[in-house]
C-alpha cells in the first residue's frame, strides 16, 4: 500500500524558513493530489495547503507547497516563521490501488 | 462558513458498540464526500472511512472494516458512524470531516472531534 513519510520534527527559528518534505512509498506522488493540513494543540486539523499549491482563504502566503516528481515527494515551505506556526503538519493523499486516503506520520515544527 | 458538529463520542466496553454523528451546515451537504478520521492519544492522524456524496460508495480502513458502519442522511444533512465490536485500539479522538469535492481524495474541512474511549 501507498505511505507517506515525513520527517518526525523540524525547529527553526522566528522570521527563518522551514521546509517539511513528504515522500511517497511508490508509484508517482503526482498520481493524485497533495495536501497539507496543521493541527495546533487540542485542536482539530485545518488545512494550510490543497491540491499540492493552492492556498485556502485566509491561510497567509508564506505557506506555500510543491511537488517534486523527481524524489516522489511534496513539500511545504513556512516563510517568515512566527511561533504560532508551532504545530503538528500531516500531509495526505489517496491511494488509488487500494481507494484510501493516506496521511503522512506528521511532523512537528517548533519555532524557537 | 462551512460547519461540522459532531455528537456522541464517550466511554464503552469493549465489545460493546457506539454510534457518532456529524451535522454539516454552511454547504449544500448532498454535493460532497465525506470522511471519518480519528487519531487516538498521543499518535498522528488515521483514515477510517469515506461515503460518496450519494451514499452509494462506501470505503473503509483494514482496521475497521467489518466493524464499523458509515452512513448519510442527505436530507437531515448528517453523517453517521456506527461502532460495533469495539477494542481498547478503538480509543481515539473521532472526526467527521468534508472532502473538497466529490471524489474523496482530499479532507478539507473538519469537526471539532469526539472523543471515544473503549476500557472495562
Not at chain 1, 523540524?10 to 518534505?21: A, F, L, N, R
Not at chain 1, 512509498?25 to 497539507?36: E, L, P, T
Not at chain 1, 494550510?48 to 485556502?56: A, K, L, N, Y
Not at chain 2, 460493546?16 to 464526500?33: D, I, M, P, Q, V
Request: proline letters at 4%; hydrophobic letters at 30%; glycine letters at 10%.
Amino acid at each position: 500500500n501507498f505511505m507517506l513519510t515525513q520527517p518526525h520534527s523540524v525547529s527553526e527559528s522566528p522570521g527563518k524558513t522551514v521546509t517539511i518534505s513528504c515522500t511517497g512509498s511508490s508509484g508517482s506522488i503526482a498520481r493524485s493530489y497533495v495536501q497539507w493540513l496543521q493541527q495546533r494543540p487540542g485542536s482539530a486539523p485545518t488545512t494550510v495547503i490543497s491540491d499540492d499549491d493552492q492556498r485556502p482563504s485566509g491561510v497567509p502566503d508564506r505557506f506555500s507547497g510543491s511537488i517534486d516528481t523527481s524524489s516522489n515527494s511534496a513539500s511545504l515551505t513556512i516563510s517568515g516563521l512566527k511561533t504560532e506556526d508551532e504545530a503538528d503538519y500531516y500531509c495526505q493523499s489517496y491511494d488509488l490501488s487500494s481507494q484510501s486516503v493516506v496521511f503522512g506520520g506528521g511532523t512537528k515544527l517548533t519555532v524557537l | 462558513q462551512v460547519q461540522l458538529v459532531q455528537s456522541g463520542g464517550g466511554v464503552v466496553q469493549p465489545g460493546r458498540s457506539l454510534r457518532l454523528s456529524c451535522s454539516g451546515s454552511g454547504f449544500r451537504f448532498s454535493n460532497y464526500a465525506v470522511h471519518w478520521v480519528r487519531q487516538a492519544p498521543g499518535k498522528g492522524l488515521q483514515w477510517v472511512a469515506v461515503i460518496s456524496y450519494d451514499g452509494r460508495n462506501k470505503y473503509y480502513g483494514d482496521s475497521v472494516k467489518g466493524r464499523f458502519t458509515i452512513s448519510r442522511d442527505n436530507s437531515k444533512n448528517t453523517l453517521n458512524l456506527q461502532m460495533n465490536s469495539l477494542r481498547p485500539e478503538d480509543t481515539a479522538v473521532y472526526y467527521c470531516a468534508r472532502d473538497l469535492g466529490y471524489d474523496y481524495t482530499q479532507v478539507y474541512y473538519w469537526g471539532q472531534g469526539a472523543l471515544v474511549t473503549v476500557s472495562s
